[in-house]
């Protein structure tokens, strides 16, 4: 099994339809058939019917996966499903186990003769330049792109490429072509993202993230924090932030705060009161981090200057 399209998942059905699935499919994730998917078809609401409808061909191999409860990844449909979870913005970021979602993927070739599994590649090529085809190679990855399976209302992708499949997008998001939204992680929206979101990483309504910046995620940094971002916080070009962060916050350009950056509190007279390392100001709102530019000390003072945004921009997303 190389992917899994879900077109429409269903997250904590009712008592009715938990019933009717329970009666036609096993838990787990089983091999079943168009004939049994017709079977059920009567009892599903409509949008679900007139979706699923043109599956229901009798000798239609099809493959089902039901959840009774939430636990470590076993198999590649359920990978699917939940990296599909987040991407119809189902489940947030990080209320889902995802453990063992690497060793289920396997590492495709993601062509424009579609999946293709790596080690095929090369007879793949091969055959098609025989033929007079090319084969167009987009990636080799464990993770698709998530437009290729959903496109959420209200988003904008310049690049859909540097967009995982099993991101969160919010409505009003708008992800610029150097913009990377990594799997379980995203934006709740309005947001423009011009620099990373790694995995884990989630910003709050109005936040921003400049060109070239960067959240820390826990994949290959070694440490276990959850690094989030408040509402109305800006994250300047090539800076980033190692740290979660509350409201209105400001990271100034080229800035970027780790857990042990050293960090001067300046109180509002400009004095200074304390030197922290910035894990002790984590989750802290309304801070402004920028360097002095004339002993190089990374400073955090009271943000008082509320976050504008470009309402022009926004209020076309």
């Given amino acids: 099994m190389l992917d899994c399209f879900f077109p429409q998942p269903v997250f904590h059905p009712d008592t009715e339809l938990t019933a009717l699935l329970s009666r036609q499919f096993k838990p787990g994730t089983q091999s079943t058939s168009g004939a049994a998917l017709a079977a059920c078809l009567p009892g599903l609401p409509t949008g679900l019917q007139s979706l699923l409808s043109p599956l229901a061909e009798p000798d239609r191999k099809l493959v089902s996966v039901l959840l009774l409860e939430d636990g470590p990844i076993t198999g590649t449909a359920e990978a699917y499903l939940k990296l599909h979870l987040l991407s119809h913005r189902l489940c947030l970021p990080n209320s889902q186990d995802l453990g063992g979602i690497f060793a289920h993927l396997p590492t495709v070739a993601w062509t424009s003769d579609g999946p293709i599994l790596a080690d095929e590649l090369t007879a793949a090529l091969l055959t098609a330049r025989l033929a007079g085809r090319h084969i167009e190679v987009h990636s080799v990855d464990k993770f698709p792109r998530m437009s290729n399976y959903v496109v959420p209302k209200g988003i904008r992708i310049a690049d859909a490429s540097r967009v995982r499949l099993g991101a969160f997008l919010g409505d009003g998001t708008t992800v610029m072509h150097e913009g990377q939204v990594n799997f379980n992680s995203g934006t709740l929206g309005p947001n423009m993202v011009e620099g990373r979101i790694s995995q884990g990483v989630i910003l709050g309504a109005d936040t921003d993230l400049g060109g070239g910046a960067s959240t820390m995620g826990t994949l290959s940094g070694g440490g276990t924090i959850k690094v989030s971002l408040g509402k109305n916080c800006l994250v300047g070009a090539n800076a980033g932030t190692g740290i979660p962060l509350g409201d209105r916050c400001t990271i100034e350009a080229g800035l970027y705060i780790t857990a042990s950056?050293?960090?001067?509190?300046?109180?509002?007279?400009?004095?200074?009161?304390?030197?922290?390392?910035?894990?002790?100001?984590?989750?802290?709102?309304?801070?402004?981090?920028?360097?002095?530019?004339?002993?190089?000390?990374?400073?955090?003072?009271?943000?008082?200057?509320?976050?504008?945004?470009?309402?022009?921009?926004?209020?076309?997303n």
């Fill in 261 to 316: 950056t050293p960090v001067t509190l300046i109180d509002e007279h400009g004095d200074i009161v304390r030197i922290v390392k910035a894990r002790e100001l984590a989750g802290g709102s309304d801070m402004l981090f920028v360097r002095n530019g004339l002993n190089g000390q990374v400073q955090c003072r009271t943000n008082r200057k509320a976050i504008a945004l470009n309402e022009a921009l926004h209020a076309n």
